[in-house]
């Protein structure tokens, strides 16, 4: 099974950017769907973004829309997500995690974390002045 793990979270400013990378111990990236999922304070998880293997296609939940870009490093068997213009509901735990591929699109396997069978511990992200 693919352990992951996830670096790159920090305090920024607002309107800051901040890089988070998906890496593995084991195994290479590009046999899964890789998403990236946050949790706020009091809050349940989301999908943030997701990015498929083989074709690519990728998911962003509407709120990060231009301005999260999620890509896959193959060279470093990595999923890096990159974060700009970061604002206060930035704000929470980033997870990256591993699916299977299945028939579904991408934004409905992101859209549900019941597909995803590993979990990173988690990267804490803080978007404060």
């Known amino acids: 099974q693919v352990q992951l793990v996830e670096s790159g979270g920090g305090l920024v400013q607002p309107g800051g950017s901040l890089r988070l990378s998906c890496t593995t111990s084991?195994?290479?990236?590009?046999?899964?769907?890789i998403g990236w999922f946050r949790q706020a304070p009091g809050k349940g998880r989301e999908g943030v973004s997701c990015?498929?293997?083989?074709?690519?296609?990728?998911y962003y939940a509407d709120s990060v829309k231009g301005r999260f870009t999620v890509s896959r490093d193959n060279a470093n068997n990595a999923v890096t997500l990159q974060m700009d213009n970061l604002v206060p509901e930035d704000t929470g735990v980033y997870y990256c995690?591993?699916?299977?591929?299945?028939?579904?699109?991408?934004?409905?396997?992101?859209?549900?974390?019941?597909?995803?069978?590993?979990w990173g511990p988690g990267a804490q992200v803080t978007v404060s002045s």
């Open positions: 995690a591993a699916a299977g591929i299945s028939i579904d699109t991408v934004d409905i396997v992101c859209t549900d974390t019941s597909n995803f069978f590993s």
């Open positions: 990015v498929r293997p083989v074709t690519g296609s990728k």
């Open positions: 084991g195994g290479s990236l590009n046999y899964y769907v």
